[in-house]
């Protein structure tokens, strides 16, 4: 059956095995862009406009769940090829997106991959209205553009008083609720310490009871488990 509109249908697939900490998770919708959590790094970025072709999508939503490389980076290599295919960049309230994205390469902490510091740089400048914060005025952006059934949180932080946590401990999270009822549950980097801040807001207390599919935090890592 066709699913509503504006509902997901499908994860299509969860790459981790193919990146070496990192994270990208497509959700397949029947009508409008779909959505990536996450993108990835500068190679995986690459090789999405291949994967969108191939699969028929024209068009998705990203939202990064935090701005470190393994699961951000791939939105620049994106940008520079095909600009087009993304709508709408969500990022986290009070991070320094999407300056952050380059800090790495401006530093030479991570290798330019196949474009130059300078592409990568233009590319945001060019695309810098696509990136918007989940701020109090913006936080029901993400029902609106993508989807009544997802909802996105994030650990209770306020950069302004606790500027020195962890962009780990700051990651968002996305509870899925697809049209046959099943719930999927995806989470960021956030460790241990900060997951009872995220279980106490009550739409992801109930998204973790009834979960029928997990994206576990911090790749899985028991120790943060």
Not at 128 to 151: C, E, I, M, N
Not at 158 to 182: A, I
Not at 208 to 216: E, F
Request: glycine content about 8%; some cysteine; overall charge neutral.
């Amino acid at each position: 059956a066709a699913a509503a509109p504006g509902y997901m249908t499908e994860i299509h697939f969860a790459l981790q095995g193919g990146l070496p900490n990192g994270n990208a998770v497509l959700l397949v919708r029947a009508n409008g862009p779909s959505l990536f959590f996450d993108i990835g790094d500068l190679s995986f970025g690459e090789s999405v406009p291949g994967i969108l072709d191939g699969i028929g999508i024209t068009e998705v939503n990203v939202v990064l769940s935090h701005c470190h490389n393994d699961h951000a980076a791939g939105i620049l290599s994106l940008l520079v090829l095909r600009p087009e295919l993304v709508r709408y960049i969500f990022y986290p309230w009070g991070e320094n997106f999407p300056r952050c994205l380059l800090a790495p390469l401006q530093s030479a902490q991570l290798a330019p991959g196949t474009f130059t510091l300078k592409e990568y740089q233009q590319a945001l400048q060019a695309n810098r209205l696509k990136f918007l914060p989940l701020t109090a005025r913006t936080q029901d952006l993400p029902h609106k553009y993508l989807g009544a059934s997802v909802s996105i949180a994030r650990p209770d932080y306020d950069p302004r008083r606790t500027p020195k946590v962890s962009w780990n401990d700051r990651s968002l999270s996305l509870c899925v609720e697809w049209p046959n009822g099943q719930t999927s549950l995806l989470f960021g980097d956030t460790r241990a310490k900060a997951l009872p801040s995220l279980y106490a807001k009550p739409v992801f207390a109930d998204c973790w009871r009834k979960a029928d599919y997990l994206l576990a935090n911090h790749h899985g890592r028991a120790q943060e488990n």
